[in-house]
């Protein structure tokens, strides 16, 4: 891990895991849901690398929103 964008995205896919384990019932239907923005977080991980930073910003964010709504729902 040498980028802030492979700190940051690897802590979000942990919360990730977490949340799955600590505020859901399980399932592979909800789990379905979480692959997601854990797909949106490699991604932004490496445009992040690759130096489009906007872009990998607005992912991550949407990465957890969504993550926030399929808690909260």
Known sequence: MTT???????TCFACIVLTYFMFTEGGTKILAHFMLPAAAFAI????GN???N???????????????IIVRH
Do not use: P
């Open 4 to 10: 802030v964008y492979d700190i940051v995205t690897v």
């Open 44 to 47: 932004a991980n490496q445009l």
């Open 50 to 52: 690759a130096g489009m």
């Open 54 to 68: 906007v872009l990998a910003v607005i992912l991550i964010a949407a990465g957890i929103g969504y993550t926030f």
